[in-house]
């Protein structure tokens, strides 16, 4: 008797907090979807091949830091990916000896903001890389292979849809495809513009943290 009881009420907890994990994600989802809330990409350059990216999130949720939760309300966090072309180490040299030079092409992505949302970050580019955060400094940015990888690389997520955002005041409004990410019981979720590939949603439910980053504002 006493089993059955311990059961039903592990049940009864494990269905709570199912119920209000749907909650806040379906809340979270219709406040994005909130003409109110679509982020203003006019000042983006329209050829965004080798531009530096300003970017300013506003973020909500909580960063569970040593087991203490520090709460995050309306915060901004700014983020700058820089364009860098570097020469590759391994110059090669062609039939005629003359040397190819090779460059790499990619993001070098700064973020500033309240201590805590850096951590997040690095737990976040942690939990996409899958490797610990103890091994990951952010000290100087970190590197990012496209404007669409700046929360972790893509490729390792799976799209699972597409949507529009409506625009303000009746104007355009945002096509974006939607990316998932779950490991060890937590998921990230990405949305991307599919115009510039700006990221202009990221909702991180892990057992590190609970935010909801908005893009506000791009250039």
Do not use: H
């Given at each position: 008797m006493r089993l059955s009881v311990i059961l039903l009420l592990i049940l009864v907890a494990l269905y709570t907090i199912a119920s209000i994990y749907y909650l806040a994600s379906d809340l979270a989802s219709r406040e994005a979807r909130n003409p109110e809330n679509t982020p203003n990409l006019a000042n983006l350059p329209k050829n965004m091949s080798k531009q530096?990216?300003?970017?300013?999130?506003?973020?909500?949720?909580?960063?569970?830091?040593s087991g203490g939760l520090v709460y995050i309300d309306?915060?901004?966090?700014?983020?700058?990916?820089?364009?860098?072309?570097?020469?590759?180490?391994?110059?090669?040299?062609?039939?005629?000896?003359?040397?190819?030079?090779?460059?790499?092409?990619?993001?070098?992505?700064?973020a500033s903001g309240d201590p805590a949302l850096i951590v997040a970050l690095r737990e976040?580019?942690?939990?996409?890389?899958?490797?610990?955060?103890?091994n990951l400094s952010l000290i100087g940015g970190w590197r990012s292979s496209n404007i669409s990888d700046i929360f972790g690389n893509l490729s390792l997520f799976t799209k699972t849809g597409e949507g529009m955002l409506a625009g303000r005041g009746g104007s355009g409004g945002i096509a974006?495809?939607?990316?998932?990410l779950e490991r060890?019981?937590?998921?990230i979720v990405i949305w991307v513009d599919k115009s510039t590939?700006?990221?202009?949603?990221?909702?991180?439910?892990?057992?590190?943290?609970s935010l909801d980053l908005s893009l506000q504002y791009a250039s």
């Open positions: 530096d990216i300003y970017l300013t999130y506003r973020v909500k949720g909580y960063v569970n830091i309306n915060a901004q966090l700014g983020m700058v990916a820089r364009y860098t072309e570097a020469p590759l180490l391994n110059s090669t040299i062609n039939s005629t000896a003359s040397i190819i030079n090779a460059t790499d092409t990619y993001y070098r992505v700064e976040l580019l942690a939990f996409v890389n899958n490797i610990s955060s103890s974006y495809a939607e990316y998932k060890d019981g937590g998921s590939g700006v990221p202009i949603q990221c909702r991180i439910r892990t057992n590190w943290a």
